[in-house]
């Protein structure tokens, strides 16, 4: 892993009126690197994913890109430095297919004409190279399945080129098999040398394609760990701030039971 990150956090804070939202928070992002950010309901990790894409100014602190510190005001501001962010609700437009989808916002034009034909070579490029399967790149977004869409956002998020990428809970919601689906994608995202963060409440997920998890607990920081060498029960112990947990009391009783 490179030891310079692409993206950091330094002494973070973020209040709304009388709520302190986020509290000194540091947290780092390498490239070809997936860390996943973790914590209860109310932990901030929204918050901070906010801060980053530009939706929130923060307080205090400093966000460096590369090392260099930047200011970060609005989305703009995060797109033009390389940062993409795919939200819970995917922000797609059922009606349009996925071509017109994906260059939303970004279309190529030939004059003050689109260029249909070249978006849609890119977008089969696209697809291809992230090993994306769909019926047709013309269908109209409403008729994917949930896995379908999440990686169509995720796809769409990739056009500006960008080095980070934030995704935030993109399993919630899915079965089994669109699970799978969507994990490959992030996993695939790492292989192309690109910073992922992570937003989610699925442990078994985190485990499955993170590198180091990243734990918040009312707003302040709580651990960083390398899956590899870490216990889901630890991990949850950081979540929860406590290590009597219906976890790790589980776990017990398994390893009493073995002996």
């Not at 990686?151 to 098999?177: K, N, Q, S, Y």
């Not at 695939?188 to 180091?212: C, F, K, P, W």
Request: proline residues 3%; aromatic residues 2%; glycine residues 8%.
């Amino acid at each position: 892993m490179p030891n310079e990150p692409v993206l950091a956090l330094r002494g973070v804070s973020k209040r709304f009126g009388a709520v302190q939202a986020l509290t000194d928070v540091d947290l780092e992002i390498h490239p070809g690197e997936v860390v996943a950010l973790v914590g209860d309901n109310g932990a901030g990790k929204s918050t901070l994913v906010k801060t980053v894409a530009g939706v929130h100014a923060i307080d205090e602190g400093t966000i460096e890109w590369k090392r260099k510190p930047v200011q970060i005001h609005r989305p703009h501001d995060a797109q033009a430095l390389g940062v993409a962010t795919v939200y819970q609700d995917l922000a797609l437009c059922d009606n349009l297919d996925v071509v017109a989808n994906l260059f939303l916002g970004s279309e190529l034009r030939r004059g003050s004409i689109l260029d249909e034909v070249a978006m849609e070579k890119r977008a089969k490029e696209l697809l291809d190279t992230l090993s994306i399967r769909i019926p047709s790149v013309r269908i109209p977004v409403a008729s994917l399945s949930g896995g379908q869409r999440q990686v169509v956002a995720i796809a769409r998020a990739l056009i500006g080129d960008p080095e980070v990428v934030i995704l935030d809970e993109p399993t919630a919601a899915l079965g089994v098999e669109q699970t799978a689906q969507v994990l490959d994608l992030v996993e695939r995202l790492r292989e192309r040398g690109l910073a992922t963060l992570l937003i989610s409440h699925n442990m078994a997920d985190v485990q499955a394609v993170a590198d180091r998890v990243a734990v918040l607990r009312l707003g302040r920081n709580n651990g960083v760990f390398s899956v590899r060498d870490t216990s889901h029960e630890e991990i949850i112990a950081a979540i929860t701030g406590a290590t009597d947990n219906a976890v790790t009391r589980r776990q017990a009783r398994t390893t009493e039971a073995s002996k």
